[in-house]
Structures are given as C-alpha cells and as structure tokens.
C-alpha cells in the first residue's frame, strides 16, 4: 500500500521556485511539484499512480 502525497518533497520545495517562470500560473506551477515528488518517492512512476497518490488533488 502506498501513502498519498500530501505535499511535494523538501527538497522539490526548495528548487522547485526556480522553474516557476515557466508556468502561467500556479495550478500548472503546483502540478509540477506533485509530478516530481512522485518520480522521486513512489515505486510506480506512471502519470495514473501519481494521480492517484495525490492527497486533495482538487482543492
């Protein structure tokens, strides 16, 4: 069983900002982190698990 992610890795939290430019706006910016916090923490790197992993994805 995997935990959700409910919030990006430190160190994505800590670099992530630099690649903020390259978004329009923050839901983009957001959906980044999410995506490299779940390359780097779940097993299964697929679009689909890290969606499903996501915790509050809607809100």
């Known amino acids: 069983m ?3 992610i409910v919030q990006p890795t430190p ?3 800590k670099y992530g900002d630099e690649f903020r ?3 329009k706006d923050c839901r983009q910016f957001n959906h980044f982190r999410n ?3 779940g390359l780097m923490v779940l ?3 697929s679009m689909a698990n890290i969606a499903r992993c996501l915790f509050g994805k809607c809100g």
């Open 2 to 4: 995997q935990l959700p």
């Open 11 to 13: 160190i994505v939290l």
């Open 21 to 23: 430019s390259c978004f």
């Open 35 to 37: 995506y490299l916090t």
């Open 43 to 45: 097993e299964n790197k």
